[in-house]
């Protein structure tokens, strides 16, 4: 089990920037991909980002590289997401997200192999 609290969403300007933190608890030991999801109204959960435990490898969605980074601490058990030059189609719910595996077996951008969720919480990207 893998407990996941959010923090840091909020309300930003076009082209301005946030930073979304997640502590993680629980089996924190295991080897674990962690990621971020976001929901907008009307839409499907989608990928955002995600990085592994073992060698902090990270895999982005296209709409989102080159503008957010997904830095993890292990020591720590945080996860973090920082958003730059976002633009009004970033607002959405994020969800932090922990996937426990074994071997080489993970799927780092399906949220339906990620067990674990987080609360959510709340980005507003507007004028």
């Known amino acids: 089990q893998v407990q996941l609290v959010e923090s840091g969403g909020g309300l930003a300007r076009p082209g301005g920037s946030l930073r979304l933190s997640c502590a993680a608890s629980?089996?924190?030991?295991?080897?674990?991909?962690m990621g971020w999801f976001r929901q907008a109204p009307g839409k499907e959960r989608e990928f955002v980002a995600s990085?592994?435990?073992?060698?902090?490898?990270?895999y982005y969605a296209d709409s989102v590289k080159g503008r957010f980074t997904i830095p993890r601490d292990n020591a720590r058990n945080t996860l973090s997401l920082q958003m730059n030059s976002l633009t009004p189609q970033a607002t959405a719910v994020y969800y932090c997200?922990?996937?426990?595996?074994?071997?080489?077996?993970?799927?780092?951008?399906?949220?339906?192999?990620?067990?674990?969720w987080g609360q959510g919480t709340q980005v507003t990207v507007s004028s």
């Open positions: 629980g089996d924190t030991d295991s080897k674990n991909i």
């Open positions: 990085i592994l435990k073992v060698n902090h490898f990270a």
């Open positions: 997200a922990a996937q426990l595996y074994a071997g080489e077996m993970y799927f780092p951008m399906r949220p339906d192999k990620y067990p674990y």
